[in-house]
């Protein structure tokens, strides 16, 4: 009796290959995408999606086309931020036509399909019981075809703002194979800490994705009054020694900042001059620098 | 997924695929030698599985269309973000002006999504019989209501009754 090897194909729905039409559907699509990003953290609370709309909008402003793709399936958020909620997605036989900026950065969301604000992602099952089964297949579906399907034309960067969880990394790796590097945001508590290590050592040990350093997000205050600036997090630790080797920037926590992502405003577009906006575009030119130094 | 028939040590062939029936879908396949037919029944976790990877048994030979699966099942999407020719909700390929949609068809069809109901062209099924056909359980329930139905056809009956659901057990391993 012969053997599953031994077998020319399967039985006709050639599933293999099938697979290989997405994932070629995938590469064909990033072969127009200079650099791809991801920003992530582990620990969920830090200000992923704030500091990716920000570098986004920084990168746009340094001159570099940047699309956006909010990988939050769940919880998508990035729409909101960068004032883009109300864009109708338009549909073409060559992609979708993702919203875009005043700016011009370009964005995919799940919250630009969802029919309202209180509405969750729900996917369509002859039953929703034991869906654990399958629902983070669909999530990752879902994913690839943000960044297969959408008509994002020759870009310089592309962000991925990942959802917390040290897992979600991995799930973008086996998609992007070649992912150019990795943001990691972390907050100065040592709870954060704790978490995005994981991260990072599931990036730099597990996955060999090359970390373009790390974020201190709300590192400190300061006074809009007297101008003294104020740690918020009453931590006698210091960031950790792994991170401040690769720190990118220690982003003040800036009131103005959060009303923005509320309203929908470009922080960096309408507060150029802040400390925040500084630090912000500081890091742009950082992640422009390591994609400079290593093509 | 491979098949071999071990009386010819042949692969087997893909042949037909219903639409799920409570979320099980049913796949033929068939000994290109022999003929044998063989019946693969998913439950409805592998379906929605196969659903979730965009995968259609029995190959894809459609070009793909821009975010199909998300387009074709998300069930909280908001109608103006799809084209207009698709929005959630709507049956196999039934479009908001209530024709048929070219693109929706292939979607559906990809997917396997439930059938609309449809008018029974055989035989009917009584009160009595339906219910003992729930009995069956659900992973065999389509292959044997194809069975009984095929067997009550053969045999000239307009009506599955108890009786015949007797008479056709013998062609099935499961009780009823």
Known sequence: MRTYKELPSDAGSNIIGQVTAQMNRLQKRLASVKHTVAIMSGKGGVGKSALTANLATALTLKGSTVGVVDADINGPTLAKMMGVRSATLEYTPAGVKPAMTALGTKLISMDLLLAEDDAPVLWNAHTQKDAFTWRSTMEVGALREFIADTEWGTLDYLLLDLPPGTDRLPNVAELIPDLGGVVVVTIPSEVSQLIVKKSVTMARDILKVPIIGVVENMAFYVCQHCGEEERLFSTDEPLDTAFQQGLLGSVPFDPRLARSGDDGTLYLDEYRDTLASKVLMEVAEKVQAFFEKSP | ?176
């Open chain 2, 1 to 176: 997924m491979k098949f071999l028939c071990t009386d010819c040590d042949t692969a087997m062939k893909f042949k037909d695929v219903t639409r799920p029936e409570q979320g099980s879908v049913t796949a033929l396949f068939e000994c290109p030698d022999c003929f044998t037919e063989i019946a693969m029944f998913l439950n409805p976790w592998e379906t929605q599985m196969l659903k979730s990877l965009d995968l259609k048994l029995g190959g894809n030979e459609e070009a793909a269309q821009p975010m199909q699966m998300v387009r074709s099942q998300l069930e909280t999407a908001k109608t103006e973000a799809m084209p207009n020719e698709f929005s959630p909700g709507m049956g196999s390929g039934e479009t908001a002006e209530g024709g048929k949609c070219p693109f929706t068809s292939v979607i559906s069809d990809a997917f396997q999504e439930e059938a609309a109901p449809v008018e029974p062209s055989g035989p009917v099924w009584s009160a009595e019989a339906l219910e003992r056909l729930e009995r069956i359980p659900a992973f065999v329930r389509p292959m044997a209501k194809m069975g009984i139905e095929s067997f009550a056809k053969d045999n000239g009956y307009a009506e599955i009754t108890g009786e015949v659901m007797d008479a056709a057990r013998g062609n099935f391993p499961a009780q009823f």
